[in-house]
């Protein structure tokens, strides 16, 4: 079956710390992998994606890089803002089906 | 443009009491999603429609549940009798061509439910 496993929260960081949420995954055939960030009282926003082993996924400074051989898909920032405070979820999808990995709580102090 | 659009964003009600909770997807997709999330079980599919059409619904916890999709353009989910362990917040999320893997599906604010 398909599943998602990311990193336990939660994670306090400074403002301008980098940042590394990790994700990893177990899949039959060949999935699309996503993160979607979600703010305090909001829905799921997607926030980037990768379809094929290789691709990097970018968006609002984030990166993420679709690696089949160690069947991960890692976020980072390089420099995190106060405003990136939120709940990062790891997903991936086969067919119509999305498994999110439990949700990584990060908050950023000024 | 506008995103999937959810009502009510709050809802409180007693226990036994009816809840419908209403979603508009996205103009033009096909795929229609009803999620919720907990902080025991996290994100779970409760329905997926495509076309209008219910294709999966082994997630729908129970009969007290039901959910239906009478045009494209609208879905309700609802709870008869909403019990206590019912209260989550409940998503709907719209996409084009639900069924390929890279057609990313987008989601709505979602309505937190509270039965007392």
């Known amino acids: 079956g398909n599943s998602v496993t990311q990193m336990e929260g939660p994670v306090t960081l400074s403002e301008e710390a980098f940042l590394t949420i990790n994700c990893t995954y177990t899949a039959t055939g060949y999935p699309s992998l996503f993160w979607y960030v979600q703010y305090p009282g909001e829905g799921l926003q997607l926030l980037l994606k990768?379809?094929?082993?290789?691709d990097k996924g970018s968006n609002k400074g984030f990166e993420a890089t679709y690696r089949k051989e160690t069947t991960s898909f890692h976020l980072e920032k390089g420099s995190v803002q106060v405003s990136d405070s939120a709940v990062y979820f790891c997903?991936?999808?086969?067919?119509?089906?999305?498994?999110f990995g439990a949700g990584t709580t990060v908050t950023v102090r000024a | 443009d506008a995103g999937v659009i959810q009502s009510p964003r709050h809802e409180v009600t007693e226990m036994g009491q009816e809840v419908t909770l209403r979603c508009k997807p996205i103009?033009?997709?096909?795929?229609l999603f009803w999620y919720r999330q907990t902080m025991m079980r996290g994100l779970e599919l409760l329905i997926y429609f495509n076309n209008n059409v219910p294709i999966d619904d082994s997630g729908m916890p129970e009969d007290r549940f039901s959910a239906k999709m009478p045009n494209a353009s609208f879905s309700t989910l609802k709870i008869q009798p909403s019990e206590p362990r019912d209260s989550a917040v409940y998503f709907c999320?719209?996409?084009?061509?639900?069924?390929?893997?890279?057609?990313?599906?987008?989601f709505g604010d979602g309505t937190r439910l509270s039965i007392l």
């Open positions: 103009s033009g997709h096909n795929s």
């Open positions: 999320a719209s996409s084009l061509s639900g069924d390929r893997s890279n057609q990313p599906q987008h």
């Open positions: 997903a991936l999808k086969n067919d119509y089906k999305l498994s």
């Open positions: 990768a379809t094929k082993a290789d």
